[in-house]
């Protein structure tokens, strides 16, 4: 039996909105995950720290401010640097589409812009972590 | 029975006159008169429009100044400033934890030399400005009036606001510095200061459009914010402050949300509740105590990233409500804003639909045209009921400051932001472009996109002034600007001297942090 899918959801920088990351963390919760919530500005070091201590699948970050092309490669590599690159990291927030493809390259899995049902972020995670599971082994 | 996702209220499909008589058997008041339910003027917008203020801020100093004397020429009628996050958290541009976001949500300002070039050539006698700005409301606030001494602008004349509102801060919006008992503080320093220096100058604007956009019902917004309203004035009591001397220049901010009829109620009950609480419970005696004026915003969060053209429409009928409810200023949103800050264009047209309500709709008038309505009285005065519950709930905590501190209504905003999401995933409400009616096409608009290089020149700026400055004076009013936070004296003279000698917000807000330490709140979900 496996275990439940573990998420951090954090809110880096320095925007205090956060109730898209509130409400994603009670979505991700209800459809069976095990969601750890930081709180607020929260730095990639800090944020990498809980995954690592976590033992999470999946980090989701909520990005608002405009910040995310300073905070999402700083995150990425910090992973990688402690052998978490093979944690699956998405981005929900105020994203334009010009971006989306830098953050793509980067290694963000999934960008999730406003408008986007919950089901459609706890579908896209329950698929991608199944499959990198499946694949591992 | 139909139900309304946004306000969790059932209404029904018909009204009628029981409705009506049961609602309005308490005096309802003519225009001009207590309890100002149809509104604080007798002669609604006949004497004075609501003055179209739109919220602008980005980049570097130079820019938002261009951007402030094209929105003047355009016809705008006051200031409102918005400062990046960095200001808005008290750091500098150089702090390490404002990489990244330095002039990105707002204008990037961090001493009286920035403030110096966002208010060129600007007349600070006769506009009015507005300032959302909140942990570090004195110190920006500070910076503004030094601007005015250099150019002989007397304090005296000044008008505008300050937002000033940290109590939302903790609640909703969550740009807090200290703890929540020296932050009030401060709130009532600038309260006594004021009312001997600055007389005109709205000291607070007590927000519940924060409060609406992180989840709130209207119902909730209405409750929270005029509780607010009261903790600041048993604050401002408990200082030492005679009611009518500072709680006539309190001020109010709404958010103007898609639910037409609810929204124009609202703005009634908040006069009619506002008046009687500070009647009642304070006990003022000035009618200018009693008279709730309040400015609104439309709703950012009901607007869309996709088929973004449909935002100039709800954003239309948003601010109508607020014309209807008896708004004494007004913001309009941009089309663009589910996406980036708005460009000049879409700015300008948030700005022409304001006009086009003053001017062509002919909707001004008539004072409180929906007076008299039976679902408006109905609702009216059903909102009123309600937020009385939530005064009760909240006094039973000891007070705002014991319920968020309790994470009370953190909690049952976190609560109604889930349920209005869910309401939408249901199918339950409807979001045109979004859950009904949707469509493929990419929204290709112009998006305004702010120049990484402006960090870099704010770095440098900051860098520059540290080096020019008497760095001697300025350690020397921040000395005693944190010996001052030790004791009980006013704060505003000494930041007002710091501000003089250069120092810039980190470093005010970092004296201050040395005394009171950082809020940390406990995440929750």
């Not at chain 1, 969601?35 to 999946?58: H, K, M």
């Not at chain 1, 995670?125 to 499959?131: A, D, M, P």
């Not at chain 2, 709404?254 to 009687?276: G, M, S, T, V």
């Not at chain 2, 001017?359 to 009385?388: I, K």
């Amino acid at each position: 039996m496996a275990r439940p899918i573990r998420v951090v959801i954090a809110k880096p920088g320095l925007d205090g909105h956060d109730r898209g990351a509130k409400v994603i963390a009670r979505a991700l919760r209800d459809a069976g995950m095990e969601v750890i919530y930081t709180g607020l500005r929260q730095t990639p070091e800090q944020i990498v720290e809980v995954a690592l201590q976590e033992d999470a699948d999946v980090i989701g970050l909520s990005i608002l401010s405009g910040a995310h092309n300073h905070i999402c490669p700083r995150l990425v590599s910090l992973l990688r640097e402690k052998g978490l690159g093979d944690v699956l990291v998405v981005v929900g927030g105020i994203i334009p589409d010009a971006d989306v493809p830098q953050l793509e390259a980067l290694g963000i899995s999934g960008v999730f812009q406003p408008g986007t049902p919950m089901q459609a972020i706890s579908r896209f995670i329950e698929s991608r972590v199944q499959r990198g599971a499946s694949a591992a082994t | 029975m139909t139900s309304s996702a946004v306000s969790d209220r059932e209404a029904r499909p018909l009204y009628t006159a029981a409705d009506a008589a049961e609602a309005t058997r308490e005096n309802l008041g003519a225009p001009g008169e207590f309890p100002y339910t149809r509104g604080i003027h007798a002669s609604g917008y006949g004497g004075k429009l609501w003055t179209m203020r739109q919220f602008s801020g980005f980049g570097t100093p130079a820019e938002t100044n261009r951007r402030y004397h094209e929105l003047l020429r355009a016809g705008g009628t006051g200031l409102s400033v918005a400062f990046d996050l960095p200001t808005l958290m008290g750091r500098d541009p150089d702090h390490p934890l404002s990489l990244g976001e330095v002039g990105k949500c707002g204008v990037s300002v961090a001493s009286l030399a920035d403030m110096e070039t966002l208010l060129e050539g600007l007349p600070l006698d006769t506009i009015t400005t507005s300032m959302t700005i909140n942990s570090p409301a004195a110190m920006i606030f500070a910076m503004y009036l030094v601007v005015a001494e250099q150019r002989g602008a007397a304090w005296a004349k000044l008008s505008g606001t300050i937002q000033n509102d940290i109590l939302k801060e903790y609640i909703a919006q969550k740009e807090y510095i200290y703890p929540p008992r020296p932050s009030m503080r401060l709130v009532t320093d600038v309260f006594g200061f004021c009312a001997d220096n600055v007389p005109r100058w709205n000291t607070i604007s007590v927000s519940g459009y924060h409060i609406r956009e992180a989840g709130a019902t209207a119902l909730q917004e209405l409750a929270f914010t005029l509780r607010d309203g009261i903790e600041y004035v048993q604050y401002g009591v408990d200082a030492g402050l005679p009611v009518d001397r500072f709680v006539p220049r309190i001020s109010f901010f709404f958010n103007a949300h898609n639910d037409f009829f609810e929204e124009i109620a609202k703005y009634r009950a908040a006069r009619a509740l506002w008046a009687a609480v500070i009647r009642e419970r304070f006990g003022a005696r000035d009618e200018r105590s009693w008279k709730l004026r309040f400015h609104s915003q439309t709703a950012g969060v009901s607007l869309t990233a996709q088929q973004p053209y449909n935002n100039v429409v709800r954003t239309a009928l948003q601010a109508l409500a607020a014309v209807l409810g008896g708004t004494n200023s007004l913001h309009t949103n941009s089309l663009d804003e589910a996406l980036a800050l708005p460009t000049s264009e879409a700015a300008l047209l948030a700005l022409r639909t304001q006009q086009v309500i003053a001017h062509e709709s002919g909707v001004t008038d008539v004072v409180d045209p929906f007076g008299g309505s039976y679902y408006v009285e109905r609702l009216t005065a059903d909102l009123q009921d309600g937020a009385r519950e939530y005064f009760a709930a909240i006094d039973r905590f000891g007070g705002m400051v014991e319920a968020i501190e309790q994470g009370y209504p953190q909690r049952e905003i976190a609560d109604s932001a889930y349920r209005s999401q869910q309401a939408v995933e249901a199918g339950e409400q409807t979001i045109v472009g979004v859950n009904r009616y949707t469509d493929d096409a990419a929204a290709d608009i112009p998006i305004l996109q702010i120049d990484e290089q402006v960090e870099r020149d704010q770095v440098a700026r900051v860098a520059g002034l540290r080096k020019r400055r008497d760095a001697a004076a300025a350690q020397r009013t921040l000395d005693a600007l944190r010996r001052a936070a030790e004791g009980s004296a006013n704060l505003m003279p000494f930041i007002l001297d710091a501000v003089r000698a250069y120092a810039t917000v980190g470093e005010m807000c970092d004296a201050l942090r040395d005394v009171w330490g950082e809020y940390e709140e406990t995440p929750g979900v």
